[in-house]
């Protein structure tokens, strides 16, 4: 069992950053690959963002490329996901995952792909 834990949500202004970081109860943290996925009120989850075991392979969401970006401290069992100039939309819970396998193919965008996940932190931007 891998037990994740997120921290750093909170309320931001439109434009504004926040950093997001997910510890991992497991000492083979550098073996899982890791996901950041969303849910805003009324809406599915949706994936955000993805990074192999190293942090040699990253993807993200459309609507988050270019503001996000995701990476990982093995030796510190934690992964993390900055948010720039945020805006409105990107209110929601977001909830880091893990599997432990890894994907090159659309399967790491699919949240049913992951057997463990945190309990999620809120994001709300104000505008």
């Known amino acids: 069992q891998v037990q994740l834990v997120e921290s750093g949500g909170g309320l931001v202004q439109a434009g504004g950053s926040l950093r997001l970081s997910c510890a991992a109860s497991?000492?083979?943290?550098?073996?899982?690959?890791m996901g950041w996925f969303r849910q805003a009120p009324g809406k599915e989850r949706e994936f955000v963002a993805y990074?192999?075991?190293?942090?040699?392979?990253?993807y993200y969401a459309n609507s988050v490329k270019g503001r996000f970006t995701i990476s990982r401290d093995n030796a510190k069992n934690t992964v993390f996901l900055q948010m720039n100039s945020l805006n409105a939309e990107d209110t929601a819970v977001y909830s880091c995952?893990?599997?432990?396998?890894?994907?090159?193919?659309?399967?790491?965008?699919?949240?049913?792909?992951?057997?463990?996940w945190g309990q999620g932190t809120q994001i709300t931007v104000s505008s």
């Open positions: 497991t000492r083979t943290f550098s073996t899982y690959s």
């Open positions: 995952a893990a599997s432990p396998f890894e994907y090159t193919d659309d399967y790491y965008a699919r949240a049913s792909t992951y057997p463990y």
């Open positions: 990074i192999r075991r190293t942090e040699s392979r990253t």
